[in-house]
């Protein structure tokens, strides 16, 4: 015999089935038409390879068409954003789904950037409208084609359309090997065994370059108001950056030459710190710089 409580259990979950049933909420798609879209409209999702390459468009338009208006209810971007994720994803594949109500926004962008082998594909969410205009999202966007497999960091078309550089060729020796790290008039020259570094005037929040390519290797907070970024380079080189007030990279980000990676801070008058280093042993920064 049935129990009263598990009696109105049965009952509840019939009245919610026929209500969904109702309002058309999770009606079971007709099995005919394709076991994948079936799996993928009962939220068992066949992987972000259906909408980047395993479903045909004619597949995506169906499986679309038999989800109707609850398209966007039930899944949002998501289609888009498996699909954006994957490698060899086509533009006209990416076009299908926005024509189909699919969004574009920054996140897609860095998906691209970090996986994506085909520059086109970059090009194609920049002209949809994802906002880069910070630099904050400069340097992620650039930094997710850095680690980008299929090397379209060597792209200087596309590095250029992120605010990259259009060159990342190293210079060669010593002398002018290191573009300036701000634009400004040193103030305190360095002096053999007397100073560590060079000061660089320049207003607060004026932008701090990575005078070369390299990586994040530290930052520190040398109080409330001043912080240090230090970058690690080829040949144990070692960068260092003080004085600093706003910090827009991250420890073991890489970083290519002339990004910004912060701003100069609060001062009387303000200005930039900047050591060379290889190792322990401190080296003259206007060598570097001529």
């Known amino acids: ?27 079971p798609l007709p099995s005919t038409g394709g076991e994948l879209c079936n799996k993928w409209y009962n939220g068992k999702l066949a992987g972000f390879q259906f909408w980047g390459r395993k479903a045909s468009d004619d597949e995506v338009i169906e499986c679309v068409g038999k989800v109707g208006v609850n398209f966007s209810d039930l899944y949002g971007n998501k289609p888009f954003d498996h699909a954006v994720a994957y490698p060899h994803v086509t533009v006209s594949r990416l076009a299908l789904l926005r024509s189909l109500g699919a969004n574009v926004d920054f996140s897609n962008l860095i998906s691209a950037a970090a996986g994506s082998s085909k520059p086109e594909v970059i090009f194609y969410l920049l002209a949809e409208g994802v906002d880069i205009s910070s630099q904050k999202k400069q340097n992620d966007a650039l930094n997710a084609l850095i680690r980008n497999r299929f090397d379209l960091w060597k792209n200087e078309e596309l590095r250029v359309a992120l605010g990259g550089p259009k060159s990342i060729d190293q210079s060669v020796g010593n002398d002018g090997r290191f573009a300036h790290p701000v634009n400004g008039k040193i103030t305190r020259e360095y002096i053999k065994n007397e100073t560590e570094g060079v000061d660089i005037s320049a207003p607060e929040g004026s932008p701090v370059f990575a005078a070369e390519t390299g990586t994040v290797a530290a930052i520190t907070a040398e109080n409330q108001d001043s912080s240090i970024i230090i970058l690690r380079h080829e040949e144990k080189l070692l960068t260092v950056y003080g004085g600093l007030g706003a910090i827009i990279v991250k420890e073991r980000e890489q970083v290519f030459r002339g990004q910004v990676i912060g701003t100069v801070g609060p001062g009387n008058p303000s200005f930039l710190h900047f050591q060379v280093r290889k190792g322990f042993k401190v080296l003259d920064p206007q060598e570097f710089l001529k």
């Open 1 to 27: 015999m049935i129990s009263f409580f598990r009696f109105i259990l049965i009952i509840a979950f019939t009245t919610m089935g026929s209500l969904s049933s109702a309002e058309g909420l999770m009606t």
